[in-house]
């Protein structure tokens, strides 16, 4: 059983969210978790902004969203060069 906590607090610098989970129970509990933070981009519109992200290998995953193994991103559907 895990244990969860959120905290979030919001200051003239921004929102700050912390999360602290403990392992209430006997046996190892794999865990993990994400954030989707908004990001500005510095301009009104984003309609010409480029991202990239520097990956060079994704995680494929099974059923169960586990991950089985690393790829390589070239030529795959994860390949974002346009």
Same mark, same amino acid.
Not at 31 to 54: F, N, R, W
Not at 58 to 81: E, K, N, Q
């Given at each position: ?16 969210? *912390? ?6 129970? $006997? ?12 990001? %500005?981009?510095?301009?009104?519109? !984003? ?7 520097? $990956? ?9 969203? !586990?991950?089985?193994? *690393?790829?390589?991103?070239?030529? %795959?559907?994860?390949?974002? !060069?346009?």
């Amino acid at each position: 059983m895990l244990d969860c906590h959120l905290e979030y607090t919001l200051d003239a610098e921004g929102l700050t969210v *912390r999360t602290t989970v403990t392992n209430r129970s $006997g046996t190892a509990c794999p865990y993990a978790t994400g954030a989707h933070p908004y990001l %500005s981009v510095g301009m009104p519109t !984003i309609d010409t902004a480029h991202c990239q992200v520097p $990956g060079a290998v994704y995680l494929p995953v099974d059923d169960a969203g !586990i991950p089985t193994g *690393r790829r390589p991103v070239d030529g %795959s559907l994860y390949d974002l !060069i346009l």
